[in-house]
């Protein structure tokens, strides 16, 4: 499986945009980056997901580099609710031997001050 | 239901019993996952269904740990000689198709003593 790495801790103000780098240089053409954030005490919960082109919805944004080796979660105005561990997972959507499989790593755990 | 239900919430067993933990996904998902959690550790992939058979059971640890989902719906995880360190928040999720995004349940709390 495509590995993902992250920073173990980021620390972000309420109110301020907080942006989460994931690194995946072993990234491969069926590969999806997907985002998924755990509350405490919670199960994970979607956040975004995106192929080449950069995307945005609701909860976030999601910035993918050209070469698709790296990619970044924008979140624009963190709020308190939005402290939680976020994973950034590669997902196989074409039909490889992991396709639709997910698989977390250790994910970045984000602390929002008030 | 609205979501991804796991009954119980909570199971306390005794070292070498026998579990079963249970999870309902929503309705018309054909993708099942099982994960299990250890206390500060990411999800741990276990299995993953599409309908009814395995489409990866790598995750498995070992022969103890055995899941089912016989008419594509509901699913069970099964462990068998529970040991402590099998201790852990053990997640079930389901997405429409492979590809879609997936919705998790609130997990169930094993805490084998």
């Known amino acids: 499986d495509a590995k993902t790495t992250q920073p173990n801790s980021m620390e972000s103000n309420e109110e301020e945009p907080v942006h989460l780098p994931c690194n995946h240089s072993?990234?491969?053409?069926?590969?999806?980056i997907h985002w998924y954030r755990q509350l405490p005490s919670q199960g994970p919960e979607y956040v975004i997901h995106g192929l080449t082109s950069n995307v945005n919805n609701r909860m976030a944004s999601l910035a993918i580099a050209e070469d698709r080796k790296s990619s970044t979660l924008i979140l624009h105005r963190a709020t308190l609710r939005d402290a939680a561990v976020y994973y950034c997972?590669?997902?196989?959507?074409?039909?490889?031997?992991?396709?639709?499989?997910?698989?977390f790593g250790q994910g970045t755990i984000l602390t929002v001050h008030p | 239901g609205a979501g991804v239900s796991q009954t119980p919430s909570n199971k306390v067993t005794e070292k070498g019993k026998y579990v079963e933990l249970r999870c309902d996904p929503i309705s018309g998902h054909t993708a099942l996952y099982w994960y299990r959690q250890s206390l500060g550790q990411g999800p741990e992939f276990l299995i993953y269904f599409q309908g009814t058979g395995a489409a990866d059971d790598s995750g498995l640890p070992n022969d103890r740990f055995f899941a089912v989902r016989p008419e594509g719906s509901v699913s069970t995880l099964k462990i068998q000689r529970t040991e402590r360190g099998d201790s852990a928040v053990y997640l079930c999720?389901?997405?429409?198709?492979?590809?879609?995004?997936?919705?998790f349940g609130q997990g169930t709390r094993l805490t084998v003593v």
């Open positions: 997972i590669l997902r196989d959507q074409v039909g490889g031997t992991s396709y639709g499989k997910l698989t």
């Open positions: 999720a389901s997405s429409f198709t492979g590809t879609t995004e997936a919705f």
């Open positions: 072993t990234i491969s053409g069926t590969d999806y």
